[in-house]
């Protein structure tokens, strides 16, 4: 959990502040010292020398194993893909006091994606060629808290959607070992089935995007290839930046530790958790382009990103994924309080990522 200093903003500026995005500081450098004492005179006595014998104990060796995904032409795995990004603006305070050009409410979406993976090949190097079909779809989406799009696969009042559309749709994508899509091979059967002028018709090749695609089937906590011998405790860290809109930029090291290894059943899992810090890394770039302005320093910014991973060894395929960020924005105005009034006016943003991914056979 991350914060910086609470800043506070006068009434008259309160609509003013919708439009400002938030910020961080970056942490004191520490400066270590080193103390060093007056030389010493030292007598050296030789002995006759002795024949020791010494036994050495073995060092206690902690087996390794290897995080990654494996692939057997022809077989196909069946998971469940969420992902949610959520901003909101919210008034805390009177509500006689609140101004009447605020506007607030919660605005994104929500997508759950059931699809089944099926090897079409494996190449020299681990990777492979994997055939995604479109089982279940539902893509919920609002803005300042009007819905938008409501849709379910499942419902039979959807059938006619153009985002049914989707439902059996296949596309194929090249997927290496450490989890990351490398190539999309094919899409171009699945885009043509979702052709039209309709703001569903757009939702749906939106989720047809290359980017997309690579975006949603990439795991985001499998280790590079070269770091993928691990042991208990050992950790391995990868950077990742957010654009929060109106909030500012964002850039974070993430961090993944071997937390463990345990049996479940005919499984053997390895346990990674996750955390993250934001990260100094292209921080001063990623200031320049899209780092917030000077109003971002009247907001307090708490931020909490984590994250786990259970990976199946015995079979390498992941049994549930998930990495979640909530970052939070609060200015208060001390002018109700100094009037005597009981109850400040506060302004609230939050900005909310999601990503989970689990097996479902």
Request: charged fraction near 25%.
């Amino acid at each position: 959990m991350m914060s910086n200093k609470i800043c506070r903003f006068t009434a008259g500026a309160v609509v003013f502040l919708l439009l400002l995005a938030a910020g961080c500081t970056p942490a004191d450098k520490e400066i270590a010292k080193t103390s060093v004492g007056p030389e010493k005179a030292v007598v050296t006595k030789v002995e006759p020398k002795k024949t020791v014998e010494t036994k050495v104990e073995p060092a206690e060796q902690k087996p390794t194993v290897k995080l990654a995904l494996k692939f057997t032409p022809g077989e196909t795995t069946t998971y469940k893909l969420t992902t949610q990004v959520q901003k909101s603006v919210l008034w805390e305070g009177p509500l006689p006091d609140k101004p009447d050009a605020f506007k607030g409410g919660h605005t994104g979406n929500k997508i759950e994606m059931a699809f089944a993976q099926q090897i079409k090949s494996v190449g020299d190097n681990g990777s492979a060629a994997a055939e995604i079909t479109i089982k279940g779809l539902k893509y919920f989406a609002r803005v300042k808290d009007n819905v938008v799009l409501d849709f379910d696969s499942s419902r039979e009042k959807d059938r006619n959607n153009p985002l049914s559309n989707l439902i059996g749709q296949s596309y194929t994508i090249e997927i290496t070992p450490w989890g990351q899509v490398s190539k999309v091979i094919d899409i171009s059967r699945a885009q043509a089935a979702v052709k039209g002028g309709t703001s569903a018709h757009r939702v749906a090749r939106a989720l047809l995007l290359a980017g997309v695609i690579k975006e949603r089937h990439t795991i985001p906590a499998l280790p590079p290839g070269n770091k993928s011998e691990l042991k208990k405790g050992d950790n391995w860290s990868s950077i990742k930046s957010f654009d929060f809109t109106l909030m500012g930029s964002k850039s974070y090291e993430k961090i993944y530790k071997l937390k463990g290894i345990k049996d479940a059943g005919n499984k053997q899992l390895a346990l990674v958790e996750m955390y993250a810090i934001p990260s100094s890394e292209g921080a001063k770039e990623l200031h320049k382009e899209k780092g917030g302005g000077f109003f971002s320093k009247l907001f307090d910014n708490t931020e909490e990103y984590t994250g786990e991973l259970k990976l199946d060894l015995s079979a390498g395929k992941v049994e549930n994924c998930i990495e979640k960020l909530k970052s939070e924005w609060l200015a208060v105005d001390p002018a109700p309080v100094q009037n005597d009034k009981k109850e400040p006016a506060a302004l609230r943003m939050t900005a909310l990522r999601l990503y989970q991914i689990e097996r479902i056979d």
